[in-house]
């Protein structure tokens, strides 16, 4: 059944649904209406019961019930008076067959003593100044009248001879004491017969209205689902190739306005396959034009050119770094030796003693922004690795504890930097353990540079899928979009006196070890990188 369910059509799926909601409806309300129609005409005829047994009982008198108890003698003047008022009941109202007069104590459980009874209740049994075995219903209805010493009935109940309720009615001396209650028996075959009665026109009403209701329920989903059927008729002409197909918006309802914007999209789609051919020619990815025929055609021709545009911007960013890396190392060749010979001049001449502590000042300063060009150059050679060095496993916990420890003074001394390893798991990742303390080392420096005012930097790793993270976060002065969007690209730097060299080589570093770095930064806030780096297997 679930799985016809699944493979039939939206239209159906409604329709079964909304049919079965309105049977369900239409049922609960039938059965609501044929419960309370039976409730009502069950107290209906109670309740005259009630009036009845309450009216005659006070034709009684107590004094012959009290001596027809004491004497039990059927001969009895009093006993031969009662019965003939109870004759004489029954044969006023024909409606009401049997009465009777029963004793207000049981004599044992669920079973009562009859006084007297007319001559119709002898022929069913009934025998006058005899215990007498009630049902339960019967039971429920003399209980609560002696209870409450106030005429009540019993509910519906049936025996050999058809469907009763069974009305009582307290008899009461002059000292006010219940001493017997008097009772009629009203037939309910009539009420079981209005039941059947109704419940049958309630099931031919049923019948009868079901035609109509799935008529307007096919009627109205067919006109509310047309826009769906046209949507539908529309997608499948456009996974055919069909690029002109135009649906008719029929209401500006929510179903009419999604058709409305599918025909927008149709018609800006076909403009993209018209453009395809002359963009694949222009990007090389076709031997000739081809026109495309349908949607799958489309999207691997689009995925062919985002795969050649890729491919063109990274030999373009190769072929840049390679001749970055080229000029670097050809001008860092020429550069180096003539800085180390006056490096070499400026150490012997701060080592001479009769200079003054000025001028030893102004060597050291001298000497001091040849280690930094050093720095520069070194930066430079580094992009011109051609390759990674032979990988090795490295501890990830023990390098990043290591590199903590190296910036820790430098952050306290010059920026009163709170350093702190908030998570540190073991992870061995897979790399050249100095070019990645060379990363963490320049990139930590960044963070302790960017914090102007002092403030926290957090150094933590963890694994995350098949990569080791290390994950760099301070509170700086944070970066915008486009500044982020820029970063690693050679010459270019935040730093006044940066050269942007710094974060290219730890880019290249990364994307050597085939990891990726990630940053996060809000403006006034701070910066998180996140270095990503193979785990060792």
């Not at 009502?40 to 006070?58: G, K, N, V």
């Not at 069913?124 to 075995?133: D, M």
């Not at 309630?202 to 019948?207: E, H, R, Y």
């Not at 090389?284 to 911007?313: A, Y």
């Amino acid at each position: 059944m679930t799985d016809f369910l699944k493979n039939i059509s939206l239209f159906k799926k409604l329709l079964i649904l909304s049919f079965f909601l309105t049977f369900m409806i239409v049922a609960i309300t039938s059965a609501f209406s044929y419960y309370l129609q039976s409730k009502q005409m069950e107290e209906l005829l109670s309740e005259h019961a009630m009036d009845a047994a309450a009216l005659w009982s006070t034709t009684i008198q107590s004094e012959d019930v009290e001596t027809v108890l004491n004497a039990k003698n059927e001969r009895n003047a009093d006993f031969i008076k009662l019965k003939s008022s109870l004759s004489n009941f029954t044969d006023k109202n024909i409606l009401y067959l049997n009465s009777f007069i029963v004793d207000s104590q049981l004599t044992k459980k669920d079973e009562v003593f009859i006084i007297t009874s007319d001559e119709k209740q002898r022929k069913n049994g009934w025998l006058s100044l005899t215990s007498y075995k009630a049902n339960q219903e019967w039971m429920e209805g003399y209980n609560q009248a002696v209870k409450s010493k106030e005429a009540a009935h019993s509910k519906v109940y049936r025996d050999e001879n058809g469907s009763w309720i069974t009305a009582f009615s307290p008899i009461v001396n002059k000292e006010g004491k219940m001493i017997a209650l008097f009772g009629v028996d009203i037939q309910a075959d009539s009420i079981v017969a209005a039941q059947k009665k109704y419940a049958f026109f309630l099931i031919a009403l049923f019948l009868a209205m079901t035609p109509f209701i799935f008529f307007i329920l096919k009627t109205g989903f067919n006109k509310a689902l047309e826009p769906v059927h046209e949507l539908i008729k529309g997608f499948n002409e456009v996974s055919n190739g069909n690029f002109d197909i135009n649906l008719k918006v029929t209401d500006n309802t929510d179903l009419g306005m999604l058709c409305d914007r599918f025909n927008l999209m149709v018609k800006q789609l076909s403009i993209l396959v018209d453009k395809l051919p002359a963009t694949s020619d222009k990007k090389g990815t076709s031997d000739q034009q081809i026109p495309v025929h349908n949607l799958e055609e489309v999207f691997d021709e689009v995925e062919n050119i985002i795969e050649s545009s890729k491919l063109i911007r990274e030999l373009q960013r190769a072929e840049k770094m390679n001749a970055i890396g080229q000029l670097a190392a050809s001008v860092a060749h020429e550069i180096r030796n003539p800085m180390t010979v006056v490096k070499g001049f400026l150490q012997i001449f701060l080592a001479k003693d009769q200079m003054s502590e000025e001028e030893r000042m102004y060597i050291r300063l001298m000497i001091e922004e040849m280690n930094r060009a050093e720095t520069i150059i070194n930066d430079y050679l580094s992009l011109a690795k051609p390759d990674m060095e032979q990988a090795e496993s490295i501890a990830g916990k023990e390098l990043s504890e290591k590199v903590m420890d190296l910036m820790n003074s430098y952050a306290m001394m010059s920026k009163n930097i709170i350093m702190m390893t908030p998570v540190l798991e073991n992870v061995t990742v897979k790399g050249i353990k100095n070019e990645l303390q060379q990363v963490l080392i320049n990139m930590l420096k960044n963070s302790i540079e960017a914090m102007k005012d002092g403030g926290e930097l957090r150094l933590s790793l963890y694994q995350e899928d098949r990569y080791g993270v290390f994950e760099i976060s301070d509170t700086g002065i944070g970066m915008t979009e486009e500044e982020m969007q820029r970063l690693g690209t050679a010459f270019y730097s935040l730093k006044e006196k940066g050269t942007g060299m710094g974060l290219t080589v730890c880019y290249q570093i990364i994307e050597r070890m085939k990891g990726r770095i990630e940053v996060e930064s809000e403006k006034g806030v701070g910066t998180t990188f996140k270095i990503f780096v193979p785990i060792c297997e």
